[in-house]
C-alpha cells in the first residue's frame, strides 16, 4: 500500500499560483504513475493529469492544460502541481493518487483545499 499525503494548498488571489506537494511512503516501488485530481463543490471529481514515475512522461487534460505543470522529485518521493494564473473556478480540493501499470488508482490522499478569490 502507498501512502499519500498533500501539501501546499490555500487562499491565492485571481491570478496567482500555487504549487501543491504530494508526498509517498509505503510500497512507492510498485507506483507506476501518480496522478492529480480536483473536485468543486458539487461537482464530480476531475482528472487533471499524471506523471508517470519511471521517466517523468506527462499527460494533462484539457481542464490543465497551459497553465497547470506536474513535476516529481524521485528522490524526495513526491509529486508537485504547479499551478498558474488561477481563476475562481479552480477552487477545488485537490487530491493526488497513485497507480500501478496495469491497476486503477487505488492510492489517494486526504486533498488540500484551493480556494482563489477573484
Known amino acids: 500500500q502507498v501512502q499519500l499525503a498533500e501539501s501546499g494548498g490555500g487562499l491565492v488571489q485571481a491570478g496567482g499560483s500555487l504549487r501543491l506537494s504530494c508526498a509517498a511512503s509505503g510500497r512507492t516501488f510498485s507506483t507506476y504513475a501518480m496522478g492529480w485530481f480536483r473536485q468543486a463543490p458539487g461537482k464530480e471529481r476531475e482528472f487533471l493529469g499524471r506523471?508517470?514515475?519511471?521517466?517523468?512522461?506527462?499527460y494533462y487534460t484539457d481542464s490543465a492544460k497551459g497553465r497547470f505543470t506536474i513535476s516529481r522529485d524521485s528522490a524526495k518521493k513526491t509529486a508537485y502541481l504547479q499551478m498558474n494564473s488561477l481563476k475562481p473556478d479552480d477552487t477545488a480540493l485537490y487530491s493526488c493518487?497513485?497507480?500501478?501499470?496495469?491497476?486503477?488508482?487505488?492510492?489517494w490522499g486526504q486533498g488540500t483545499q484551493v480556494t482563489v478569490s477573484s
Open positions: 493518487a497513485a497507480r500501478a501499470a496495469a491497476g486503477t488508482w487505488a492510492s
Open positions: 506523471i508517470r514515475w519511471s521517466d517523468g512522461d506527462t
